[in-house]
């Protein structure tokens, strides 16, 4: 299993602004993933974050918007950019081992946009 | 396309009581499953995987190829189950997981 831990825990920010989410790993991982979640709604998956590849986008999530780094096998960043109020959300990181589904993931990072 | 189905949002039972979460699957292939659950201020945490075929907490989930569910049961209810379910399975060659919309279990005193 691996650890993970995101910050910040959560923001308060004003429309027009970007915040970045880190998320750390306390072991090397292959794959790395970030979710949004609406309180008491299921996950949306935004992107895959592979080290040493640009990210894989889902549909109906740009780079432009969410800026992803992918630096080492052990960290990642989502930057929510040019934030508007319904940007207000759970952002959830999560990292799975190389060849296996199962994925662990962060407390979330809960931002509220004004 | 794969997709999980979890046709109740919210399930209410006694303590005590039986316990069965629908998970409903389409995929082409042999999946792999896993059930999520997430208890109130807590992170998602993994509860089990069919391929392990063992039981977490009392909780057990039989994969059903014929009828393609993966539906969770515990046989007697605690009030410390009440949380937030996903069933889950792999969406693709990037080792993304396809999760379900979620069933809230709260089992009442």
């Known amino acids: 299993s691996a650890v993970i831990s995101q910050k910040p825990s959560r923001d308060i920010c004003q429309r027009g602004t970007s915040l970045t989410i880190q998320c750390q790993v306390d072991?090397?991982?292959?794959?790395m993933f970030w979710y949004r979640q609406q309180p008491g709604q299921s996950l949306t998956l935004i992107a895959t974050?592979?080290?040493?590849?640009?990210?894989?986008?889902e549909s109906g999530f740009v780079i432009d918007k969410f800026p992803i780094s992918r630096p080492n096998l052990t960290f990642s960043t989502l930057t929510v950019s040019n934030m508007s109020p319904e940007d207000s959300s759970i952002y959830l990181c999560?990292?799975?081992?190389?060849?296996?589904?199962?994925?662990?993931f962060g407390p979330g990072t809960r931002l509220t946009v004004t | 396309a794969q997709r999980v189905t979890q046709p109740e949002k919210l399930l209410s039972v006694f303590k005590g009581a039986p316990v069965e979460l629908k998970c409903n699957y389409s995929?082409?292939?042999?999946?792999?499953l896993f059930w999520y659950v997430q208890y109130s201020r807590q992170r998602l945490q993994l509860l089990l995987r069919h391929i392990s075929r063992e039981s977490i907490k009392g909780f057990t989930a039989d994969l059903n190829k014929g009828e393609t569910s993966f539906h969770l049961k515990k046989p007697f209810a605690q009030e410390e189950d009440s949380a937030m379910y996903y069933c889950?399975?792999?969406?693709?060659?990037?080792?993304?997981?396809?999760f379900g919309t979620g069933t809230l279990l709260a089992v009442q005193p």
């Open positions: 995929y082409s292939g042999s999946p792999e």
């Open positions: 974050a592979n080290q040493g590849s640009e990210a894989t986008y």
């Open positions: 889950a399975l792999p969406g693709g060659a990037t080792n993304k997981l396809i």
């Open positions: 999560s990292a799975a081992t190389g060849g296996h589904y199962e994925q662990y």
């Open positions: 072991s090397q991982v292959t794959m």
